[in-house]
């Protein structure tokens, strides 16, 4: 047969060199397509071999080669060999496929592992079996029963880009020749064979045994080397058997095994053959294997009397081969040696001998575990269903369960990998095993829904049946696993199931689980894509190696004795790197130079690691060779406990979740946790010729070297015998170890390490310990860790866990001493945050509870706003409340000499907090990490401090005590339901009866951002049902007389008013539905919950449930607004906690932010002077050097443009801002090739070593970000729909961020105030843009900066008002003559689909106004970028009407007279729904006449009633009504709510001529009317709810008969 290719190919495919040679066109840009074959079908024994010439990076997988039944002639070629069907076998990677459905796992040679040089041969053998040659080496048998006639397929997939063919012909004499004579040699040598006996995988009775039976057999033993493994197998056996000590395992040379064929009795004995190489390697793993299932199964100890074996049904050894034996089969189709079938072999009797037991329905096929074609209505399988897939992940967050197509069998590893997360929901994958046969589930929405037959693992907890039985089952948590680590799971033999976690077992999770059982995965919340992993064996192999290496070698792993700090280099006990290296590192210079050789295709997987363990007190010291600046990030060092011979490697050494420790960034990371934020010089800004280094003292602490400059100590605790470990990330490509190491002695600085104290030593009040010795204690709560020798407390599981975290000092205060800690990390999952205090228990004393405040003896706590002694209240309302702190916040706390109790929060004193502790007696600090609050950092503050405090001179003004109900200045109405009884001078409500009529108000209207809160006094758990809570706009003084027999029996069932509510976790307006599933259910309240409600600025209501902000519930609340409750249900009995904004004598209310004089108008007042706040020097602001990598500053730093791409343009100011100081710029540049546009917020933290990420939502560290119409902190939305979408603002629009003195971020756009977006902003803070998408540049506004309320500002909005337009004070509105700059949005696309249909209607254009700048725009985003408000006054006398959200106006031409009258822009607007058969005819006489077909036309009437309404005429079908007694009646609306409605407005349908989607369109007018010449009336629709908050329904029609009394001023369009 020629060795050539057929010219019939895949499409990509190019042919040369006569057919021999096959290149991939586009091999960057395209994966697959590139199919060959052979040009004649195979002949038996011929090897097809091809040798791999070139391959790219760019892709995963590669060559694939196999044979098919197709002739190529008339074939369509498919994308990739998998998708050959018709008789076609297939090797892709390890695997083998037949029909593109896979029959085989772990086979041969990883073919994705090859590289440029190694050849790949096909074979088809006499016997019709299916071989794989690599370089020259036969793989065994992949698949038997071949037909004949078959052509050879080689796929040119992935990184294979062009292969060559070398040969077609069978395995040459010369081959077998050349082996024969090396083991002739071999036999010529006075050395005795080994004869292991050859058994199947899994019988193996491990290698210890076949060391002892060598001995057994022969009597001697030899020394012979370890086989090294080539680089192209890197999860085969390790580089020696002793890496640590370097000795070798007694065994003699040559190794042979006798292939069992089917036995008939156990008698037989077959003939030895020699194994290769290959060969041996495959049996010494299979024994490593065999023995850890043996350990699974109940196996015996290792022992030396021979190998115990039970009969069973043999399967597929590993890549054994025929070669020297024969073929030899089993029930399986693999040949060779290790394969083969046991009858019933008795184990001799022997000391100690392994005797392993039957496996219950062991490995009887090779049917691979797969995903089950069933699964949940929102997961795609792919990948041969190795894949699932989780669709519209950003949508859904549920309904993706996945099951396995069929039972687990007893040892079997399910393992799956994480291949995509999403940050936007909580929670994240689960999985388990369910006895629910999956052709017959019901799939749930999520697997922990099921109530029987199901165990699964969420979080880090274990949930039977839907029920929580194990809450901390391990100390990881799958909520918290990131993209590549890898879940599994085993059922053993025993029943037991276990977790496994990046190949780590978590020990037993259930003891008994039934006998047959599916794995089941659920891809819930952040978890979109899971990949079944097939070669597990690698990692657990790696592992398996480690635990016999360490029973056979007793030394490894030990301490080695301490070396001097400077090793010689000539020794032979020389750093290097060890060759085991990550996927796209190599080694090169004998061990001294690691690199990444296509570091610009990839940016990480260059883990390295040292080739042995550090001596203490030695440095390691590698110098930067080689940078790319593609990337983000750079190199990363450190340290860890795993040895490189047996670690699989990582991506990155930070994803390592034990024994490790590395310096990255500026930051210090253990175990993939953040222990130190700022440390050191930060490595991202590093250059080619840097050095960096690491050393573990003798003291067992951590220092890392950055030019031979000490950055101090990063750890302490660190254990001997650890691995220096460098990870060439990022921007770092080559790095190469330093031997000439010569840095200046370490600093002393054992104050740094942890304080060695006896516990039962008492604490020296006079001194004897240093100032600056206090830390955390040793002894903690379940929860903490203590990290950075003492000094730093942490939450572990802080998503999954919100308690048991208590932290203590390590020894007692003394009088006067400071502990002052500051908050590093906080969560927004849990309501509550840090509580601190002091207690007078010793820590060896203290059983740690859940929360200190559990503690009922010798315990005083600050928790929120309440001081706590011995887990009761003594006081509400402190001088600060704990819950409201951020990060980077401080708080102290300090004993006086008096026994006075005083906390310092950012180092200011809040006065005494409580009296009265003991004197004398030791007390020692108390942290409690709850809820929100992650870690904390003891301060340098900490230590005495000056004792003028132990006389208190802080004055009652200053720290008001409070008793529980005079500080209160919030009272209930004496209005409420017929069931309540109001106590305590109105500060209480009671429900003496029943279970409902418990509604109460309010006693006054609230403000504007004032919280109304009340807390749970009673429950009565018979009833069904909690509080209710809310906004009503029903004045109770307007009820009658109390009782209140009249109202409503709860609040649900209100109707008289609007009323907003929340009611468990529904939020309802007039009872109707409104959102589900808004926050915490109040249902779930008991006594000591508080819960508040108040009415932002921006128009929405806000729950809040202990304190923390649910967000905003229900939007477009009326603004006199009354709070009500509903004691219903289970809640009795209430007390009031809040405080009137303007009657809290101990705050300052800030002046208004709203420049109310430049209002459009809805505030009927005059501004008053004396409101305005003073001036505050402004600063100038510019932008800093450090930045995003594609940004380019210019104009002195006032101009930022991105240059490249579309991110990295990452912005902050080079100055803080300053409060009240208003920072605006303007967006110059857009480009609308890409989607999505610039963010905008504040940071924290200084930026000057900022390392900035690729955009600002990766920043979560004290961000507080506007995205879209939405807010972010530290990447978690806590906001929705606050002002414009920040995607649509056009080139032109002038955003602004200003912070006020209450610490709120506000938005300005085009210099209108959207409201707060943010609280509680941290002083300093800077502003942060970041340049994504269409945004390309900025300049910063630095004309006119005016601080927010300041003269500057006034004059503008003056300058902007003419005499006419003010009415009382009141600025007339937008409507009538808008500012050009009004609407601001010029590619709108709402106003745009509009217009198309206008354009629709052919209506004459002369009928509109030629300046297009009067067409408005109402969409959401357009009014909020004008920062429009939803209703205004107009006119004389001035009356309110409702700006029409939603539609688009397009202006209408104005007579000439008209537009010159002043008189006219007194009139009143008005709206009028139409039809658009009525529009031409209307326009035509321009205004609203009799006749025109619209259902608010005018109807004839014959006179006037009584109150002001006219009848229709009856019976005037047969005669035509007087004209001089008729009377045009039309009807008008201040609002569009109503004349809008479908009944006045009807909808026609329209397909758009752009997108030819349909869609519906309604029509009207917005209409000018004459004051005097209507009359307001009632609806006639018969509506019951209130069609629109501002206006009652009783006077929400108007009716006009004057036809010059209306003048059509604009055309209303809403499209739908």
């Given at each position: 047969m020629a060795a050539e290719l057929h010219p019939c190919s895949g499409k990509l495919i190019g042919l040369s060199n006569s057919n021999r040679t096959a290149q991939r066109n586009q091999p960057v840009q395209e994966f697959n397509h590139g199919l060959v074959l052979s040009r004649e079908p195979l002949k038996d024994r011929d090897v097809f071999t091809v040798r791999i010439d070139k391959k790219v990076n760019s892709w995963s997988g590669s060559i694939e080669i196999g044979v098919t039944s197709l002739d190529p002639a008339g074939l369509d070629f498919p994308s990739s060999a998998t998708g050959l069907k018709g008789g076609s076998w297939i090797v892709s990677g390890c695997s083998v496929l037949r029909d593109g459905r896979s029959v085989l796992e772990e086979y041969g040679r990883d073919l994705?592992?090859?590289?440029?040089?190694?050849?790949?041969?096909?074979?088809?053998?006499?016997?019709?079996?299916?071989?794989?040659?690599?370089?020259?080496?036969?793989?065994?048998?992949?698949?038997?029963?071949?037909?004949?006639?078959?052509?050879?397929?080689?796929?040119?997939?992935?990184?294979?880009?062009?292969?060559?063919?070398?040969?077609?012909?069978?395995?040459?004499?010369?081959?077998?020749?050349?082996?024969?004579?090396?083991?002739?040699?071999?036999?010529?040598?006075?050395?005795?064979?080994?004869?292991?006996?050859?058994?199947?995988?899994?019988?193996?009775?491990?290698?210890?045994?076949?060391?002892?039976?060598?001995?057994?057999?022969?009597?001697?033993?030899?020394?012979?080397?370890?086989?090294?493994p080539t680089h192209n197998r890197p999860d085969k056996f390790p580089n020696n058997l002793e890496p640590e000590t370097g000795k070798k395992i007694k065994t003699s040379t040559p190794i042979s095994v006798a292939p069992l064929t089917k036995c008939k009795s156990p008698s037989f004995s077959p003939s030895p053959i020699v194994l290769t190489e290959h060969q041996l390697f495959d049996v010494l793993n299979n024994a490593i294997v065999s023995l850890y299932r043996s350990e699974d199964n109940g196996g015996g100890d290792l022992g030396g009397g021979g190998i115990g074996r039970d009969s069973g049904t043999g399967s597929r050894g590993d890549r054994g081969s025929s070669s020297g034996g024969g073929s030899v089969n089993g029930n399986s189709s693999d040949s060779g040696g290790g394969t083969g079938n046991t009858g019933s072999v008795n184990s001799p009797a022997g000391g100690g001998g392994a005797r392993l037991g039957a496996v219950t329905g062991g490995m009887l096929t090779n049917d691979a575990l797969l995903f089950h074609e069933k699964c949940g209505t929102l997961i795609k399988l792919s990948n041969n269903n190795k894949t699932a897939e989780r669709r519209r992940p950003l949508d859904e967050f549920n309904n993706g369960v996945v099951m396995t197509n069929r039972p687990l069998r007893h040892n079997e590893m399910f393992e799956i990998r994480i291949d995509k997360l999403v940050d936007k929901w909580s929670g994240s994958i689960e999985i388990g095993v369910t006895t629910h046969n999956p052709n017959n589930l019901d799939y749930p929405a999520t697997m922990t829904n099921l109530r029987s037959g199901t165990i699964m693992m969420s979080g880090c907890g274990i949930l039977t049946n839907g029920k929580g039985t194990r809450r901390e089952y391990c100390e990881f948590s799958l909520d918290e696993l990131q993209e590549g680590d890898h879940i599994g799971l085993m059922h053993k033999a025993s029943g037991a199931l276990h977790f496994y976690i990046?190949?780590?077992?978590?020990?037993?999770?259930?003891?008994?689980?039934?006998?047959?059982?599916?794995?089941?995965?659920?891809?819930?919340?952040?978890?979109?894509?899971?990949?079944?992993?097939?070669?597990?064996?690698?990692?657990?192999?790696?592992?398996?190696?480690?635990?016999?290496?360490?029973?056979?070698?007793?030394?490894?792993?030990?301490?080695?004795?301490?070396?001097?700090?400077?090793?010689?280099?000539?020794?032979?006990?020389?750093?290097?790197?060890?060759?085991?290296?990550?996927?796209?590192?190599?080694?090169?210079?004998?061990?001294?130079?690691?690199?990444?050789?296509?570091?610009?295709?990839?940016?990480?997987?260059?883990?390295?690691?040292?080739?042995r363990p550090l001596h203490s007190n030695e440095v390691f010291q590698v110098r930067i060779d080689k940078m790319v600046d593609k990337w983000a990030g750079s190199i990363e060092i450190g340290v860890t406990t795993h040895n490189p011979a047996y670690l699989q490697l990582p991506s990155t050494m930070t994803n390592l979740r034990s024994g490790t420790w590395m310096m990255t960034g500026n930051g210090v990371m253990h175990n993939g946790t953040t222990i130190l934020d700022e440390y050191g010089h930060n490595l991202d800004r590093l250059k080619a010729g840097d050095t960096v280094g690491v050393v573990r003292k003798e003291d067992g602490s951590l220092h890392f070297f950055v030019n031979g400059v000490a950055q101090g100590p990063a750890a302490w605790n660190v254990p001997p015998s650890v691995y220096a470990v460098v990870d060439l990330y990022g921007q770092a490509a080559q790095a190469t170890i330093m031997d000439d190491v010569d840095l200046p002695p370490l600093p002393e600085d054992s104050s740094e390490g942890p304080t060695v104290m006896s516990p039962s030593s008492p604490c020296s009040v006079a001194g004897g310990n240093s100032a600056n010795d206090l830390r955390f204690h040793q002894l903690h709560g379940t929860n903490a860790v203590i990290t950075n020798g003492g000094r730093t407390a942490l939450r572990q599981n802080c998503r999954s866990e919100f308690n048991d975290a208590i932290v203590i000092s390590n020894r007692c205060l003394r009088?006067?001493?400071?502990?002052?800690?500051?908050?590093?990390?906080?969560?927004?999952?849990?309501?509550?945050?840090?509580?601190?205090?002091?207690?007078?228990?010793?820590?060896?004393?203290l059983e740690f509870p859940n929360t200190m405040t559990d503690i009922d003896y010798d315990t005083w706590m600050l928790s929120g706003t309440a001081i706590m002694q011995d887990g009761n209240t003594m006081r509400n309302n402190y001088g600060c409340d704990l819950d409201t702190l951020t990060t980077g916040s401080r708080i102290g706390m300090m004993r006086s000499a008096t026994g006075d109790l005083h906390y310092y929060i950012n180092g200011v004193d809040q006065g005494v907090a409580c009296t009265g502790l003991p004197p004398g007696k030791e007390v020692y600090a108390v942290i409690d990490l709850y809820g929100q609050c992650v870690q904390v950092s003891i301060t340098s503050s900490s230590g005495p401090q000056d004792n003028s405090l132990c006389t208190s001179n802080i004055t009652e003004r200053s720290f008001p005590i409070h008793s529980p109900v005079a500080g209160v200045a919030h009272r209930l109405h004496s209005k409420h339901g017929k069931n309540v009884v109001l106590l305590g001078e109105g500060c209480q409500a009671v429900r003496?009866?029943?279970?409902?009529?418990?509604?109460?108000?309010?006693?006054?209207?609230?403000?504007?951002?004032?919280?109304?809160?009340?807390?749970?006094?009673?429950?009565?758990?018979?009833?069904s049902g909690s509080l209710h809570m809310g906004l009503t706009t029903l004045a109770p003084p307007e009820l009658p007389s109390c009782p209140m027999s009249g109202l409503s029996p709860s609040l649900t069932q209100f109707r008289s008013k609007v009323t907003w509510l929340l009611a468990g976790s529904e939020v309802r307006r007039n009872g109707l539905l409104q959102r589900q599933n808004y926050g915490a259910s109040l249902d779930r309240l008991t006594v000591g919950n508080r819960v508040g409600v108040k009415r932002c600025s921006d128009d929405t209501m806000h729950v809040l449930i202990d304190g923390e902000d649910m967000g905003p519930a229900a939007t477009a609340v009326a603004k006199n607004v009354y709070a009500v409750l509903d004691l219903y249900g289970r809640v009795t009995a209430v007390s009031i906690v809040s405080s009137s904004v303007l009657e809290d004598a101990g705050s300052v209310k800030a002046p208004s932010l709203s420049s109310d004089s430049c209002s459009e108008g809805e505030e009927d007042r005059t501004p008053v002077e004396g409101d305005e706040p003073a001036l505050v020097p402004n600063t100038v602001m510019a932008f800093l050097e450090n930045h995003g990598k594609n940004i380019q500053l210019s104009h002195e730093n006032l101009t930022a443009a991105r240059v490249s791409s579309y991110n990295q343009g990452l912005l902050v100011t080079a100055q803080p801002l300053p409060r009240q100081q208003l920072f605006q710029f303007q967006i110059d540049r857009l480009n609308a090739s890409w989607t999505s546009s610039l963010s905008l917020g504040v940071i924290g933290h200084s930026p000057d070593r900022l390392n900035f990420p690729s955009?600002?939502?990766?920043?979560?560290?004290?961000?507080?970000?506007?995205?879209?119409?939405?807010?972010?902190?530290?990447?978690?939305?806590?906001?929705?729909?606050?002002?414009?979408?920040?995607?649509?603002?056009?080139?032109?629009?002038?955003?602004?961020?200003?912070?006020?003195?209450?610490?709120?971020?506000?938005?300005?756009?085009?210099?209108?105030?959207?409201?707060?977006?943010?609280?509680?902003i941290p002083t300093p803070c800077y502003p942060l843009i970041d340049l994504y998408g269409q945004c390309e540049q900025v300049t910063i506004v630095t004309n006119n900066v005016a601080t927010v309320g300041g003269e500057g500002i006034k004059a503008?909005?003056?300058?902007?008002?003419?005499?006419?337009?003010?009415?009382?004070?009141?600025?007339?509105?937008?409507?009538?003559?808008?500012?050009?700059?009004?609407?601001?949005?010029?590619?709108?696309?709402?106003?745009?689909?509009?217009?198309?249909?206008?354009?629709?209607?052919?209506?004459?254009?002369?009928?509109?106004?030629?300046?297009?700048?009067?067409?408005?725009?109402?969409?959401?985003?357009?009014?909020?970028?004008?920062?429009?408000?939803?209703?205004?006054?107009?006119?004389?006398?001035?009356?309110?009407?409702?700006?029409?959200?939603?539609?688009?106006?397009?202006?209408?031409?104005?007579?000439?007279?008209?537009?010159?009258?002043?008189?006219?822009?007194?009139?009143?607007?008005?709206?009028?729904?139409?039809?658009?058969?009525?529009?031409?005819?209307?326009?035509?006489?321009?205004?609203?006449?009799?006749?025109?077909?619209?259902?608010?036309?005018?109807?004839?009437?014959?006179?006037?009633?009584?109150n002001g309404y006219s009848e229709p005429e009856v019976n005037s079908s047969n005669s035509l009504p007087d004209r001089d007694r008729e009377v045009p009646r039309v009807q008008l609306s201040p609002t569009m709510r109503y004349s809008g409605l479908e009944m006045f407005a009807p909808k026609v349908q329209f397909r758009d001529p752009r997108s030819h989607c349909c869609h519906q369109a309604q029509v009207g007018f917005q209409v000018c009317v004459r004051p005097g010449s209507y009359k307001v009336g009632p609806q006639t629709l018969g509506a019951i709810e209130p069609l629109d908050p501002r206006f009652s329904n009783t006077e929400i029609e108007w009716i006009t008969k004057d036809q010059g009394g209306t003048l059509l001023y604009g055309l209303l369009i809403r499209v739908e």
């Open positions: 994705d592992q090859l590289s440029e040089g190694d050849h790949v041969g096909i074979q088809r053998s006499t016997h019709g079996e299916l071989h794989l040659w690599v370089n020259g080496q036969d793989c065994g048998a992949a698949a038997s029963g071949l037909p004949t006639g078959l052509w050879a397929v080689v796929d040119l997939y992935g990184k294979c880009t062009q292969v060559t063919v070398v040969s077609c012909e069978p395995p040459s004499l010369a081959e077998r020749d050349t082996e024969r004579e090396t083991v002739e040699e071999r036999e010529q040598e006075d050395e005795e064979e080994v004869v292991v006996c050859g058994v199947r995988e899994g019988e193996f009775g491990g290698l210890t045994s076949a060391v002892n039976l060598a001995a057994a057999t022969n009597g001697t033993l030899e020394e012979v080397p370890v086989l090294p990046n190949g780590i077992d978590q020990g037993v999770a259930a003891a008994q689980t039934p006998a047959v059982v599916y794995a089941v995965v659920d891809l819930y919340g952040m978890a979109v894509k899971v990949t079944i992993v097939h070669n597990h064996n690698h990692s657990d192999r790696l592992r398996r190696n480690n635990a016999i290496m360490r029973a056979l070698s007793p030394d490894v792993g030990r301490p080695r004795p301490a070396h001097s700090l400077t090793p010689d280099p000539d020794t032979p006990d020389r750093l290097l790197f060890h060759s085991n290296c990550g996927q796209k590192a190599a080694i090169i210079s004998e061990g001294r130079t690691a690199l990444r050789p296509h570091a610009t295709d990839d940016f990480n997987h260059g883990v390295v690691l040292s080739g009088d006067g001493e400071l502990f002052e800690i500051v908050i590093q990390k906080m969560v927004d999952r849990w309501s509550g945050s840090i509580e601190a205090g002091v207690t007078a228990i010793r820590p060896e004393e003496v009866g029943g279970y409902a009529h418990g509604i109460v108000f309010s006693a006054k209207e609230l403000k504007t951002d004032e919280l109304f809160e009340v807390k749970i006094d009673e429950v009565d758990d018979q009833w955009t600002a939502c990766c920043l979560k560290r004290s961000v507080w970000l506007l995205q879209r119409d939405s807010v972010f902190h530290n990447s978690l939305k806590i906001c929705e729909n606050y002002g414009p979408n920040l995607d649509t603002c056009p080139e032109g629009t002038v955003l602004g961020l200003l912070v006020d003195g209450n610490s709120c971020l506000h938005l300005y756009v085009n210099g209108m105030d959207q409201g707060v977006a943010a609280q509680d503008r909005c003056q300058g902007d008002m003419e005499k006419a337009d003010m009415v009382d004070g009141i600025k007339e509105s937008v409507c009538w003559m808008p500012h050009p700059e009004v609407n601001p949005n010029k590619t709108c696309e709402y106003q745009a689909l509009c217009s198309r249909f206008k354009d629709l209607l052919t209506l004459p254009d002369g009928y509109f106004n030629e300046d297009a700048k009067y067409n408005l725009c109402y969409c959401e985003s357009c009014h909020k970028l004008r920062g429009d408000e939803s209703y205004y006054k107009r006119g004389e006398p001035p009356r309110d009407y409702a700006l029409p959200f939603g539609w688009c106006r397009f202006a209408l031409r104005i007579k000439p007279h008209c537009d010159m009258s002043n008189s006219f822009k007194q009139w009143h607007i008005a709206y009028h729904g139409t039809s658009v058969g009525a529009l031409r005819r209307t326009l035509d006489h321009a205004q609203l006449l009799s006749g025109t077909s619209s259902i608010f036309s005018v109807s004839p009437v014959k006179t006037e009633g009584p």
